[in-house]
Every structure is written in structure tokens, then in C-alpha cells.
Nanobody
Framework: QVQLVESGGGLVQAGDSLRLSCAASGRTFTMNGMGWFRQAPGKEREFVADIRWSGGSTSYAESVKGRFTISRDNTKNTVYLQMNSLQPEDTAVYYC???????????WGQGTQVTVSS
């Protein structure tokens, strides 16, 4: 099993920045990457960004391109999400996911709340 622990959420104002962290432990060799998803009240969980362990290739949702940056520290099995120019529509619970070697996302963190006030 893999444990994912997110941190870094909070309450900020529009235009501010936050950095989320997600630390993975356990059988991390069963993963080939990690990603961030978010779920706003009354909405389905949506993809935000992901990154591969090997090579570091990244992908982003259109809504966050140019504002959010995902990065990794392989030595710490930790993924970060730098969020700049936050807007009220970014308000959501942000979840870290672990992508399986031969499948989709099989591990999830407990989530961290991000609230952006206007």
C-alpha cells in the first residue's frame, strides 16, 4: 500500500499564492507518477495536474495552465503544486493521487482545503 499525505491548504485572497505538498510513503515503487485533483462543492472531482516520476513530464488542466506548476522531489517522494494568481473558482478540496504503473490512480490522500476569497 501507499500512503499519501497532503499539506499546505488554507484561506487566501484572490491573487495570492499557495503551495501544496504531497508526501508518499510505503510501496511507492508501484507508482509511475502523481497528480493533483480537486473537488468543489456540488461538483465532480476534476483533474488539475500530473507529473511522471521518470523524466518529469507534466500535464495541466486548461483552467490552471500558466498559473499552477507541479513539481517533484524524487528523493523525498514528494510532489508539490505551486498555485499562483488564485481565483475564487479555485476553491475546492485538493487531492493528491498516486498513478499506478499499469493503470489509473490507485491511491489517494485525504485532501486539503483551499479557499480563495474575492
Amino acid at each position: 500500500q501507499v500512503q499519501l499525505v497532503e499539506s499546505g491548504g488554507g484561506l487566501v485572497q484572490a491573487g495570492d499564492s499557495l503551495r501544496l505538498s504531497c508526501a508518499a510513503s510505503g510501496r511507492t515503487f508501484t507508482m509511475n507518477g502523481m497528480g493533483w485533483f480537486r473537488q468543489a462543492p456540488g461538483k465532480e472531482r476534476e483533474f488539475v495536474a500530473d507529473i511522471r516520476w521518470s523524466g518529469g513530464s507534466t500535464s495541466y488542466a486548461e483552467s490552471v495552465k500558466g498559473r499552477f506548476t507541479i513539481s517533484r522531489d524524487n528523493t523525498k517522494n514528494t510532489v508539490y503544486l505551486q498555485m499562483n494568481s488564485l481565483q475564487p473558482e479555485d476553491t475546492a478540496v485538493y487531492y493528491c493521487g498516486g498513478k499506478l504503473l499499469y493503470g489509473g490512480y490507485g491511491y489517494w490522500g485525504q485532501g486539503t482545503q483551499v479557499t480563495v476569497s474575492s
